[in-house]
T-cell receptor, first 116, second 111 residues
């Protein structure tokens, strides 16, 4: 049982480059989300999805895009990388029923991204 | 604005020395409070969910409690393997689409 799998684990980019962070889960969870974690700050929600074909913005969505074509996958795209996007990115998933907002989230082990 | 504050930032304990971590939040309506454990280089691992004041949950040496304004994570007779960063997250009634995380408390337990 793999849970939530994130790839790559580490990545270095140059300013202006684009890339996609991959996230896959094998638990048939409807709800998936992306967070960033910066030193001294709590995790902050970037984007989330309550099911295939449905996505919405979190609290820090600028500079990131997402799509949800399948239940299993929820990729995060950086459109034009900036040094301020240097962070550790976590993907999480959870069941939606009966109340998605009170289901514990299962996290992947993160992607450590550096933008030079 | 809804906020979650954890204290202390860091806690160094001797093996067997019990202590408590605090998570306080602005009182604008609570849907649920979550405790997670995070090991270096890993993602957060779910520990507990608390929904209402007076509720308590236990798991091994950890016990989480909830009041109207804060939650405590009590670590009883800790062992070195309890060393980790403990994260508190709150889902508020307003803005319930997101979990609001505290910055965490890093616990180090020395043998």
């Amino acid at each position: 049982n793999a849970g939530v799998t994130q790839t790559p684990k580490f990545q270095v980019l140059k300013t202006g480059q684009s890339m996609t962070l991959q996230c896959a889960q094998d638990m048939n969870h409807e709800y998936m989300s992306w967070y960033r974690q910066d030193p001294g700050m709590g995790l902050r929600l970037i984007h989330y999805s309550v099911g295939a074909g449905i996505t919405d913005q979190g609290e820090v969505p600028n500079g990131y895009n997402v799509s949800r074509s399948t239940t299993e996958d929820f990729p995060l795209r950086l459109l034009s990388a900036a040094p301020s996007q240097t962070s550790v990115y976590f993907c999480a998933s959870s069941y939606s029923a009966p109340d998605w907002s009170n289901q514990p989230q299962h996290f992947g082990d993160g992607t450590r991204l550096s933008i030079l | 604005e809804d906020q979650v504050t954890q204290s202390p930032e860091a806690l160094r304990l001797q093996e067997g020395e019990s202590s408590s971590l605090n998570c306080s939040y602005t009182v604008s309506g609570l849907r649920g409070l979550f405790w997670y454990r995070q090991d270096p280089g890993k993602g957060p691992e779910f520990l507990f969910t608390l929904y209402s004041a007076g509720e308590e949950k236990e798991k091994e040496r950890l016990k989480a409690t909830l009041t109207k304004k804060e939650s405590f994570l009590h670590i009883t007779a800790p062992k070195p393997e309890d060393s980790a960063t403990y994260l508190c997250a709150v889902r508020f009634l307003l803005n319930d689409y997101k979990l609001s995380f505290g910055a965490g408390t890093t616990v180090t337990v020395r043998a």
